[in-house]
């Protein structure tokens, strides 16, 4: 299962940077090749300063080894061997009027002392992270998600939905990172679904993104927008910037197995914003978000 799912993570790689390179129509990926120290490495490819993309990256890798000391009480485990492998990424367009979006599928494995898989799973998801609300676009997005899940289980979307608005909630603001989408974690193997019916569900959620997004971005890139809103975007992006550093599993785990820093905090955007004490006007397109983030919606 890992082989097979590495293999597929390498083609959504190619497609979806493929993808996102023709709706740039400027910017091409730079790839970085990396080996971790303690087994394994990665793909790193980041789009800069292009038309649409202010930056992004659609990384792979696969790592392997020692389970950290911090990872074997997080999981409640004494010495053990894992590998781990996924495609995380993140774009944050120029345009205010564009959202940012974030999606990460990966495969777990962990072995006893004989090399014996004792645990795996699969997990991942989609979510989008709006500046300036379009509902339509948070309907588009969301129902291609719901339709990626429906061919599995009618019961998935309004589960990894509502786990989605659970994990992606900025606790010390209380108020989510975005309008949400799909998160699901410990995908394993039970009287319902095999290893193989996760993996077929998992590639199904990955081969919809493109779906999910670019229609997004075609709609907007080329938005007209002022000097007012780029200070919103960037005082959003703060707060984007404040959960993948305080509350993010994935940063946390790249940083607890010694992961390539450039690669993990390749989500960080370039311009930022830190205001204090700021408020969106009252009745203006900037509240209109905030009140969202702040009570999320049934979009579907």
């Known amino acids: 299962m890992k082989d097979k799912f590495y293999a597929y993570i390498q083609n959504l790689q190619d497609q979806i940077c493929t993808g996102l390179e023709a709706v740039d129509g400027t910017a091409k990926f730079r790839e970085d090749l990396w080996k971790r120290p303690e087994g394994g490495g990665g793909r790193t490819r980041v789009i800069e300063n292009g038309a649409v993309f202010e930056k992004g990256g659609v990384n792979i890798s696969a790592v392997h080894g020692k389970l950290p000391e911090s990872m074997q009480k997080m999981f409640g485990v004494g010495e053990a061997d894992f590998f781990a492998c996924g495609l995380s990424l993140v774009l944050h367009p120029k345009n205010p009027m564009t959202p940012t979006v ?14 014996k898989v004792i645990e795996q799973w699969f ?29 599995h289980n ?3 979307y309004p589960k990894y939905k509502k786990q989605c608005d659970a994990y992606f909630w900025n606790a010390h603001r209380n108020e989510a990172r975005g309008i949400g989408g799909l998160f699901f974690d410990y995908c394993k193997a039970n009287e319902q679904m095999s290893m193989e019916d996760w993996f077929d569900f998992v590639s199904e959620v990955g081969n919809s993104f493109l779906e999910a997004y670019v229609p ?5 890139k080329n938005l007209s927008y002022t000097p007012e809103n780029r200070n919103w975007q960037e005082i959003r992006r703060g707060r984007y910037v404040e959960f993948n550093l305080v509350h993010d599993k994935g940063t946390l785990f790249g940083l607890r197995t010694n992961g390539r820093i450039e690669s993990i905090l390749m989500s960080l955007p370039p311009h930022v914003q830190w205001v204090y004490d700021h408020h969106a006007e009252a009745g203006s397109e900037e509240e209109k978000l905030v009140n969202v983030l702040e009570n999320p919606r049934e979009w579907i």
């Open 102 to 115: 974030h999606a990460n599928w990966r495969y777990f494995e962990m072995y006893d002392e004989h090399g």
């Open 154 to 156: 009618q019961e998935f």
């Open 216 to 220: 997004i971005v075609e709609k907007r």
């Open 123 to 151: 997990g991942g998801g989609q979510d989008l992270t709006p500046y300036y609300l379009f509902e339509e676009d948070a309907t588009h997005f969301h129902q291609t998600c719901k339709t990626a899940c429906d061919q």
